[in-house]
């Protein structure tokens, strides 16, 4: 069974950092394109960053606006595991964040909470 494992959420102060992981059970994984999700309390689940499978383009990577610069999506495959490396935190990033493979399998979110 192909499943997502997150952790490495918590606390931190504005400005400082977290590194989120997302690890995968079984070696499909590095086929997968793997995304990042949030989703703030009221609001609705936003991407954040994703990347490639290794294969075919290296590991490239994309992020959204909000989070360029600051965030960090990387990969070990021979981990099964993805990454989200955040720096320089701020407040509005404080929601439950997700990862997902392929395109269809969720993991089961970790809470991260930013306070100044």
């Known amino acids: 069974q192909f499943q997502l494992v997150e952790s490495g959420g918590g606390s931190a102060q504005v400005g400082g950092s977290l590194k989120l992981s997302c690890a995968a059970s079984?070696?499909?994984?590095?086929?997968?394109?793997m995304d990042w999700f949030r989703q703030a309390p009221g609001k609705e689940r936003e991407w954040v960053g994703k990347?490639?499978?290794?294969?075919?383009?290296?590991?490239?990577?994309t992020y959204a606006d909000s989070v360029k610069g600051r965030f960090t999506v990387s990969r070990d495959n021979a981990k099964n595991t993805a990454y989200l490396r955040m720096n320089y935190l701020k407040i509005e990033d404080t929601a439950v964040y997700y990862c997902?493979?392929?395109?269809?399998?969720w993991g089961q979110g970790t809470q991260v909470n930013v306070s100044s």
């Open positions: 997902r493979a392929c395109g269809f399998l």
């Open positions: 079984r070696s499909t994984f590095t086929r997968c394109e």
């Open positions: 990347i490639s499978s290794a294969p075919r383009s290296a590991g490239t990577t």
